[in-house]
T-cell receptor, first 110, second 115 residues
């Protein structure tokens, strides 16, 4: 079945850039998503990219997609302490079924 | 407006209780979802409703019973739960299940503790 993988943990200093990586196996995915989850909260949709794109920028967020290598990344510029959270990548396959990665915990140090 | 609301925020129940979780959206979305999330894990899909009909049941035990009374509301009825059912229950919605309209928006969740 489909597999989506992320590294578990990332620590950066405030003001630095953060890059969170994700790999997936299903080449038929149409959209790939990044969700943010703060402690005790639901999932907030941050951004998504259509599979025929290789880059999408939205303010401090840049998503890069390498479809050949099935690699997705989320870059957060000028990382702030409020960016500390768990970030999940997800892809949709078989229509509306989301497959989530295990989540990357981002810790931002002042 | 991309808001999905869920009530209650927190729920504590005994193994013999019957309770319900509620989810509401007013975005005109026609697909709604229930997920279960254990600590430090990604959400796991439980049920999908499409145009008020149950379209996916991911082999969820019958002690969880979903209901979609209308296109804006989704309930999850709970009965005779086990302590291992304690988790964050997340509701989501999307325009529908068709390609290009399947982006899911999540509610804040109900944190359930079963004693």
């Amino acid at each position: 079945g489909e597999d989506v993988e992320q590294s578990l943990f990332l620590s950066v200093r405030e003001g630095d850039s953060s890059v969170i990586n994700c790999t997936y196996t299903d080449s038929s995915s149409t959209y790939l998503y990044w969700y943010k989850q703060e402690p005790g909260a639901g999932l907030q949709l941050l951004t998504y990219i259509f599979s025929n794109m290789d880059m999408k920028q939205d303010q401090r967020l840049t998503v890069l997609l390498n479809k050949k290598d099935k690699h997705l990344s989320l870059r957060i510029a000028d990382t702030q302490t409020g960016d500390s959270a768990i970030y999940f990548c997800a892809d949709n396959n078989a229509g509306n079924m989301l497959t989530f990665g295990g989540g990357t915990r981002l810790m931002v140090k002042p | 407006d991309t808001e999905v609301t869920q009530t209650p925020k927190h729920l504590v129940m005994g193994m013999t209780n019957k309770k319900s979780l509620k989810c509401e959206q007013h975005m005109g979305h026609r697909a709604m979802y229930w997920y279960k999330q254990k600590a430090k894990k990604p959400p796991e899909l439980m049920f999908v409703y499409s145009y008020e009909k149950l379209s996916i049941n991911e082999s969820v035990p019958s002690r969880f019973s979903p209901e979609c009374p209308n296109s804006s509301l989704l309930n999850l009825h709970l009965h005779a739960l086990q302590p291992e059912d304690s988790a964050l229950y997340l509701c989501a919605s999307s325009q529908d299940e068709q390609q290009g309209r399947e982006t899911q928006y999540f509610g804040p969740g109900t944190r359930l503790l079963v004693l």
